[in-house]
């Protein structure tokens, strides 16, 4: 079965611009997660969805969003990007949540904000 | 919300030794609790997870204990080879969470040989 994969692998862009990443879920799994990954801050829960729907949502600013689509594939998407914004994104799926099925998680996306 | 503190950030043994990473998590509703190993340049992989009915959980050389009670939580890892030495981060959840894992800081494991 494959795992989890994203696009794109590596992505450096400038500040103000925005950027698309990819998640596709190892098949038959429904919920997606997303995660900033950064030295000083670990790992930090973005958001999940679950059947198109998002059903929660970290503490980040409304410039990260994401979608999920009918086959289960996510994008997130980040507006007006800052140097912060520099991290590796991974993605991560589940059946259906947590308590249900344990999370698999890409290889990621590295992002860079020059 | 959930706040999950790991310890040591660091920890250094030699081959053959046992490690093992000690966590706390704030939400007594929590009751997913999943160790992950992440290698330098890869991704986290789940290397085993506990629930809150189980107190203790064994996969050969890895075990992982839960203590309700105390709110905490340890990774085992015994006979520890060279290949071990990666960045471990523990981290817990609940049925509600939809979703969402709340991580520690992680642990930077090397064994020597």
């Known amino acids: 079965k494959a795992g989890v994969t994203q696009t794109p692998r590596y992505l450096i862009k400038t500040r103000g611009q925005q950027v698309t990443l990819s998640c596709s879920p190892i098949?038959?799994?429904?919920?997606v997660s997303w995660y900033q990954q950064t030295p000083g801050q670990g790992l930090q829960f973005l958001f999940e969805?679950?059947?198109?729907?998002?059903?929660n949502k970290g503490n980040f600013p409304g410039r990260f969003s994401g979608r999920q689509f009918s086959n289960s594939r996510s994008e997130m998407n980040v507006s007006t990007l800052e140097l912060g914004d520099s991290a590796l994104y991974l993605c991560?799926?589940?059946?259906?949540?947590?308590?249900?099925?344990?999370?698999?998680f890409g290889d990621g996306t590295r992002l860079s904000i020059l | 919300g959930e706040n999950v503190e790991q310890h040591p950030s660091t920890l250094s043994v030699q081959e053959g030794d046992s490690a093992v990473i000690k966590c706390t998590y704030s939400?007594?509703?929590?009751?997913?609790f999943p160790w992950y190993k992440q290698e330098l340049g890869k991704r986290p992989q789940l290397i085993i997870d506990?629930?809150?009915?189980?107190g203790e959980k064994k996969d050969q050389r890895i075990a992982v204990t839960l203590n309700k009670t105390a709110k905490h939580f340890s990774l085992h890892i015994t006979e520890t080879q060279p290949e071990d030495s990666a960045v471990y981060f523990c981290?817990?959840?609940?049925?509600?969470?939809?979703?969402?894992?709340?991580f520690g800081q992680g642990t930077i494991l090397t064994v020597h040989p």
């Open positions: 991560a799926s589940s059946l259906t949540g947590p308590d249900l099925g344990p999370q698999h």
């Open positions: 098949s038959g799994h429904r919920s």
């Open positions: 969805y679950f059947s198109e729907t998002q059903r």
């Open positions: 939400d007594s509703a929590s009751n997913y």
């Open positions: 506990i629930r809150s009915n189980v």
């Open positions: 981290a817990a959840s609940k049925s509600t969470s939809y979703g969402k894992l709340t």
